[in-house]
């Protein structure tokens, strides 16, 4: 058994930790209010409390939203930085932690390798990302049903990108009997788009016919839907942006067009965290 110091995050962490406690290890906690949910774990009193108790160090995901303070849901103590973390995670290297966490800044990784600290990013493995792509398109589907005038049956609906998220989210607004149609730049991403019966189209395309969908989710983490795009959008559109902050489109001239978008990230921690921090557990146990 291992004793396990969880930093802050959302209902995900509080699962884990609760689950982690469940199995024997030995679990603390800081910078989270879980209540109940953390009857079984320990909490610290510092970040230097923490990880100097700790073997295994777990961040939330993403590590920060803003680059400087670690990301939390609860009461953000004064210490719960990324440099504190850092100068912490430094005193305690004779120790040799590990440390786990996601959407690990690139800066902040380089720091730990340059320390000897052996590290692990959640959303750089591809099991968790294909186990979580479920719950990303159930809750965007569940997104597009709050937002929307209509019905997802007999609808149009468009999905932009074809990797994980979008293939799953594809299946999965078909259920609904809505006609799906897939934008994906590569030619063979939408050949295998389309030898799984959905209609397929490029971007050069997408700027002709954006006008089509009543339901637009995209999932490629780059601008892909322009100024130019935004203009096509039908006004009673829903356009579910699930892609990784800042999302892939204008936001401030979709909303100079009274467009009805929403940015969506990190669905699996808001609508699925006991069944996220399932499979964040057994990552961690593979890791380990």
Known sequence: MRTIGILGGDLRQQYMADQLAGQGHTVYTYGMDGGILLSRCRTAKSLADIIGKSEIIIGPIPLSQNGDTIHTIGSCPEDFTLAGLEQQLKASVSRHPRFLAGMIPDAFREALTCMGISQYDFMKDDTIASANAV??????????????????????????????????????????????????????????????????????????????????????????????????????????????????????????????????????????????????????????
């Not at 005038?149 to 594809?170: D, P, W």
């Not at 399932?278 to 990552?283: E, M, Q, R, S, Y």
Request: charge should be positive; include cysteine; charged fraction near 20%.
């Open 135 to 288: 719950a990303t398109a159930e809750g965007a589907v569940a997104k597009a049903i709050e937002m929307s005038v209509g019905t997802i049956q007999n609808s149009r609906s468009l999905i932009i990108g074809y990797g994980k998220c979008g293939k799953v989210l594809a299946q999965t607004v078909r259920a609904l009997h809505s006609r799906v149609t897939v934008c994906a730049r590569k030619e063979n991403v939408r050949a295998e788009a389309a030898a799984y019966g959905f209609s397929v189209i490029d971007f050069d395309r997408l700027t002709r016919q954006i006008a089509n969908f009543d339901y637009i989710y995209n999932t490629v983490p780059s601008p892909v839907l322009t100024r130019e795009r935004l203009l096509g959008v039908s006004r009673d559109a829903a356009i579910i942006d699930i892609a990784s902050a800042p999302g892939g489109l204008d936001y401030p001239w979709a909303k100079e067009l009274c467009l009805n978008v929403v940015l969506y990230p990190g669905i699996p921690g808001k609508i699925a965290p006991k069944a996220s921090a399932a499979i964040l557990v057994d990552a961690i146990r593979r890791v380990l």
